[in-house]
């Protein structure tokens, strides 16, 4: 996939990563505008924690189709910040950095990655590498295909699933 050519075009936003790593149901159906998160109380607590942290912060800064949670210039670097509510998903949470970083990076805007976990009282810090860009082309790929399929791929049940908005629409 050449990113170079059409990047400007690139529609994928972070949540979609996100997804990806989480639920390609939720994914697919997030995609075609079926977004049940609204009516989550779960999403609701990650909205209030997202709202009273970092108050002092330049947030909610929306760069074509991907939004950062918060920005901060730390002695001449850009630091852009996600903010989760847990790091039980982990990986998806890094990979959604990891797009913003490249994101930028292909803007020609260099910045370090840095995952906020207040209730936790824990940050991580994430680096783009050769190799993460490679991972997240073969995502992005991945991620077009799915969206563009004709129906959703079938839920797989998962630990968490009774924990997700879309609980009942894939298993009613």
């Given at each position: ?13 972070g ?21 049940m ?53 982990k ?7 990891l ?49 563009n399929?004709?129906?959703?791929i ?19």
């Amino acid at each position: 996939m050449d990113l170079t050519k059409s990047f400007r075009d690139l529609k994928i936003r972070g949540t979609q990563i996100n997804y990806y790593f989480i639920c390609k149901t939720k994914l697919y159906l997030f995609s075609k505008n079926i977004q049940m998160e609204k009516e989550s109380d779960i999403v609701e607590l990650g909205n209030i924690i997202h709202r009273r942290s970092y108050k002092n912060e330049k947030r909610d800064v929306i760069i074509d189709s991907i939004a950062i949670d918060f920005i901060k210039n730390n002695d001449g670097a850009l630091e852009i910040h996600e903010v989760k509510k847990s790091d039980k998903m982990k990986t998806a949470d890094r990979y959604q950095l990891l797009y913003y970083l490249f994101y930028l990076k292909k803007l020609g805007i260099e910045a370090i990655g840095i995952i906020n976990y207040p209730s936790k009282h824990k940050v991580e810090k994430i680096t783009l590498t050769e190799k993460g860009e490679k991972e997240l082309m073969k995502i992005i790929e991945d991620i077009e295909n799915i969206i563009n399929r004709d129906e959703p791929i079938k839920p797989e049940r998962k630990s968490y699933c009774k924990k997700c908005a879309y609980y009942e629409f894939c298993f009613s």
